[in-house]
C-alpha cells in the first residue's frame, strides 16, 4: 500500500498570498496517477485536480498541480477568503487500494 | 452527475447495516463507483470500488474492509450498495459515494453518518 505524506499540517496566509502544499508518497505512483481534493467545512470534499496537474472542470486557474514520481505540489497562486478549507491528496497508482494523505489545514488570515 | 447517499443512522455495536448510492446523469451500468469516508475529525479512508458492467463489474476492498464490508450494485436501479456487518464503534463515519472515472474521485455525494454506539 502506497502511503501519501503531507505537509505542513497547518498553513495560514493571507489573501493574495501563494500557498504551496507538498504531498509525498513511500514508492513512485505510476504515470502520475495522483490526484487533490478540498474539503471546505462541513462540505464533502470535491475534485480540484487529477493526473498530477489536470483542473477538474470549475475549478478556478489559480490552483495548479505538478510533479511526479513521488513528489507532489498543489499550489494556490493567489489565495482567496474561499480558499480556507482541508486539502488531500490521493493516489491511484497501477491497482487498489487507493490511498489519501492525511490532509493540510489552509487558513485565511 | 448527482450523488445521493441514504441509508445511514443509528446502530449497535455488531449490528448491520446497508447503504445505498443513486447515481443520476450517466450510464450507471458503465459507471465505476467508489466509497470512502470520513470519521469524525478525521481524514478520508477508501473502502473499495464497484467496475462497471463492460469491465467486468468486479468489486476491489482496502484490506481493512475485507470479511466485514461488501459492495454491490443493482444496474436496473441505478443504485450502488455497501453491505456493513458486524459494526464495530470504530465504523462511525460520514460514508461518501463517489464516481470514479479513472481512480480518481470525481463526483461526491454529499455523505450519510453512520454511528454504531450501544
Known amino acids: 500500500e502506497i502511503v501519501l505524506t503531507q505537509s505542513p499540517g497547518t498553513l495560514s496566509l493571507s489573501p493574495g498570498e501563494r500557498a504551496t502544499l507538498s504531498c509525498r508518497a513511500s514508492q513512485t505512483i505510476t504515470s502520475s496517477h495522483l490526484a487533490w481534493c478540498q474539503q471546505r467545512p462541513g462540505q464533502a470534499p470535491r475534485l480540484l485536480i487529477y493526473?498530477?496537474?489536470i483542473r477538474a472542470t470549475g475549478v478556478p486557474d489559480r490552483f495548479s498541480g505538478s510533479g511526479s514520481g513521488t513528489d507532489f505540489t498543489l499550489t494556490i497562486s493567489r489565495l482567496e477568503p474561499e480558499d480556507s478549507a482541508v486539502y488531500y491528496c490521493?493516489?491511484?497508482?497501477?491497482?487498489?487500494?487507493?490511498?489519501f494523505g492525511q490532509g493540510t489545514r489552509v487558513e485565511i488570515k | 452527475v448527482q450523488v445521493v447517499e441514504s441509508g445511514g443512522g443509528l446502530v449497535e455495536p455488531g449490528g448491520s447495516l446497508r447503504l445505498s448510492c443513486a447515481v443520476s446523469r450517466l450510464t450507471f451500468s458503465d459507471a465505476w463507483l467508489s466509497w470512502v469516508r470520513q470519521a469524525p475529525g478525521k481524514g478520508l479512508d477508501w473502502l473499495g470500488r464497484s467496475k462497471g458492467k463492460v469491465d467486468g463489474g468486479t468489486t476491489d476492498y482496502a484490506e481493512s474492509m475485507k470479511g466485514r464490508f461488501t459492495i454491490s450494485r443493482d444496474d436496473s436501479k441505478d443504485t450502488l450498495y455497501l453491505h456493513m456487518n458486524n459494526l464495530k464503534t470504530e465504523d462511525t463515519a460520514v460514508y461518501y459515494c463517489i464516481t470514479d472515472p479513472g481512480g480518481w474521485m470525481g463526483s461526491w455525494g454529499q455523505g450519510t453518518l453512520v454511528t454504531v454506539s450501544s
Open positions: 490521493q493516489q491511484y497508482g497501477v491497482s487498489p487500494p487507493w490511498t
Open positions: 493526473g498530477a496537474s
